[in-house]
């Protein structure tokens, strides 16, 4: 059973695999992401699942237009009106999905439940989002590194902000792909240890650097995210705001990277907040490119979790 779990519990030559399959794909469509059908239909038949116990734009549109072009159908379910984990078991939803679905896509809070789905159902499980990590936002940005600016293998990729579920997924690429990373924050939001410690025992550079100046220097890429996530208490809210305005990037911040250093947001995103529409909307921001290639990135994922 192949599950997209996470990128560290992926194989290197796996995820070059679904990478070089994603920008492929993309090729394929001739500058066209929407609409048609792919010549190809590997998913014909296929019925796949897409659960979601917090809100989203991005994830669920992408996934289902991707299945919809590889000739697959979806139904999209929202965990709240589902039995999942209060009318029963996850181990059970998992079972009982896996007799209906030939996939199944979940973003909800605790890492527990993902894996808990993956442990018991028969059909591969892809992570939407968990509190911890976000690993098809990740292919999406390296997608989308790597077709502005060649291999992301030995740059230097920096975080300003909140060391997030987003950020570990970065950390986790860095060990696997091969790229340094500097997290720039306060220490109260600092990456977990555990994840750091992994990719710096695969060998790449991971630094955490408190001034944000410092961090940039060098920089390949500057990546952010919002200053408070789905999982986290609208009462931190004001707390969270006083510790990372230092950590905004805008385009005194982006002058300190290397000229031609990309910007990458997940998106959504509080303009402003953690980042400036100066810099958004600037010259070296590449947010719409990234939002635009889960799509890419996710059929490629969705098609090796089948093997079709
Ligand atoms: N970036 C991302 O996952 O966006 P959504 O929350 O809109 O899915
Ligand atoms: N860190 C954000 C990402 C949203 C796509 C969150 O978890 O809310």
Redesign the pocket.
């Known amino acids: 059973m192949k599950h997209f779990l996470d990128i560290h519990k992926t194989s290197k030559s796996d995820l070059r695999q679904m990478l070089d399959q994603a920008a492929a794909m993309k090729a394929a469509r001739n500058g066209h992401p929407k609409g048609t059908k792919d010549a190809d239909q590997p998913l014909a038949g296929r019925m796949v699942a897409l659960i979601f116990e917090?809100?989203?734009?991005?994830?669920?549109?992408?996934f289902d237009v991707g299945v919809r072009q590889m000739g697959g159908e979806t139904m999209v379910l929202s965990g709240k009106e589902m039995q999942l984990g209060h009318g029963e078991t996850i181990a059970d939803t998992a079972r009982v999905l896996s007799r209906y679905v030939d996939m199944i896509m979940i973003?909800t809070f605790e890492e527990a439940v993902l894996l808990e789905m993956a442990e018991y159902a028969t059909v591969p499980v892809i992570n939407?989002?968990t509190n911890r990590t976000?690993p098809?936002?990740i292919m999406a940005d390296v997608l989308t590194y790597e077709e502005h600016r060649g291999p992301i293998a030995g740059r230097k990729v920096v975080w300003s902000g909140d060391g997030n579920n987003?950020c570990a997924s970065f950390i986790h690429a860095a060990g696997q792909l091969g790229f340094d990373f500097t997290f720039t924050g306060p220490p109260t939001l600092d990456p977990e240890a555990e994840f750091i410690d992994l990719a710096r025992a695969q060998g790449v550079r991971v630094e955490v650097e408190r001034d944000p100046m410092k961090a940039v220097e060098g920089a390949d890429l500057v990546v952010t995210d919002t200053w408070v996530s789905?999982h986290d208490s609208q009462s931190t809210r004001e707390r969270r705001h006083n510790q990372l305005r230092g950590y905004q990037v805008n385009e005194a911040l982006m002058a300190l990277a290397k000229p031609d250093a990309l910007f990458m947001h997940?998106?959504?995103a509080h303009r402003e907040d953690e980042a400036t529409s100066a810099v958004m909307d600037g010259p070296n921001s590449v947010i719409f490119d990234?939002?635009e290639n889960?799509l890419h990135a996710q059929k490629a994922i969705m098609r090796w979790c089948l093997g079709v």
Do not use: F, I, N
């Not at 917090?54 to 992408?62: E, I, L, M």
């Open positions: 917090k809100p989203s734009t991005r994830t669920r549109v992408s973003r939407g989002l976000h098809c936002q987003v789905m997940c998106l959504p990234e939002a889960r």
